[in-house]
Nanobody
Framework: QVQLQESGPGLVKPSQTLSLTCTVSGGSITTNYYFWNWIRQPPGKELEWMGAIAYSGSTYYSPSLKSRTSISRDTSKSQFTLQVSSVTPEDTAVYYC??????????????WGQGTQVTVSS
C-alpha cells in the first residue's frame, strides 16, 4: 500500500517561502498515469487543490496559485516538494500530499498523507 508523509516547518514568516516535502513509500512516483498532488485546507474552509507533478515530471498548477507555487521531485528519494513564495497569513492551512490516478485533482485521489499544519505568522 502506498504511504505518503509530509514534512517541513510548521511556522513560516510572512513574505518568506513555504517549503514542504512529501515522501512516498510502497510505490514509485514514476508509475505511469499517477499524479502527486498538493492540497490544503485553511481553517474553516474547503479543501483546495494547489498543484501536482505527474509521473512524467510535468507539473500542473491551480491558476490562482500558479504565480507563487512550484512543485518538483527527487525520484532517487521518492519525494516531491512544494514551494509557495511570498506567503501571507492567508496561506495558513493544513497541507496534504496525495496521489491520484489517472489524472490530477481532488476528484481522483486515492492515497493521502496525514497532513501538516503550517502557520504563517511573524
Amino acid at each position: 500500500q502506498v504511504q505518503l508523509q509530509e514534512s517541513g516547518p510548521g511556522l513560516v514568516k510572512p513574505s518568506q517561502t513555504l517549503s514542504l516535502t512529501c515522501t512516498v513509500s510502497g510505490g514509485s512516483i514514476t508509475t505511469n498515469y499517477y499524479f502527486w498532488n498538493w492540497i490544503r485546507q485553511p481553517p474553516g474552509k474547503e479543501l483546495e487543490w494547489m498543484g501536482a507533478i505527474a509521473y512524467s515530471g510535468s507539473t500542473y498548477y491551480s491558476p490562482s496559485l500558479k504565480s507563487r507555487t512550484s512543485i518538483s521531485r527527487d525520484t532517487s528519494k521518492s519525494q516531491f516538494t512544494l514551494q509557495v513564495s511570498s506567503v501571507t497569513p492567508e496561506d495558513t492551512a493544513v497541507y496534504y500530499c496525495a496521489s491520484s490516478h489517472p489524472i490530477y485533482g481532488l476528484g481522483t485521489t486515492d492515497y493521502w498523507g496525514q497532513g501538516t499544519q503550517v502557520t504563517v505568522s511573524s
